[in-house]
Nanobody
Framework: QVQFVESGGGLVQAGGSLRLSCAASGSPFSIYGSGWYRQAPGQQREMVAAISSVGITTYADSVKGRFTMSRDNAKNTVDLQMNSLKPEDTAVYYC?????????WGQGTQVTVSS
């Protein structure tokens, strides 16, 4: 059974930082890749950052230069360091496999950025 458990969200002022973490079970990130995704109220879920099975990292244009994704294959965890946060980053953040291999979603972690 595949399970993702996200943590680290919270309320932060614009310009602040947060670090999200995700632990996965039943789904090796080294095989299926990994991704962070977010969904804001009334909007579709979108990919924020991804690391492929071979370690290539990509970012959405909206977060380039501000967010950094990392992965620990031994622990099967992924982190998302978010700096210079903006109100438009407010969303529920989820981790999952890479975009081509997405399975069921966890509960996510809420990130709220106040202006």
């Amino acid at each position: 059974q595949v399970q993702f458990v996200e943590s680290g969200g919270g309320l932060v002022q614009a310009g602040g930082s947060l670090r999200l973490s995700c632990a996965a079970s039943g789904s090796p990130f080294s095989i299926y890749g990994s991704g962070w995704y977010r969904q804001a109220p009334g909007q579709q879920r979108e990919m924020v950052a991804a690391i492929s099975s071979v370690g290539i990292t990509t970012y959405a244009d909206s977060v380039k230069g501000r967010f950094t994704m990392s992965r620990d294959n031994a622990k099967n965890t992924v982190d998302l360091q978010m700096n210079s946060l903006k109100p438009e980053d407010t969303a529920v953040y989820y981790c999952n496999r890479g975009p081509a291999h997405i399975v069921s979603w966890g509960q996510g972690t809420q990130v709220t950025v106040s202006s």
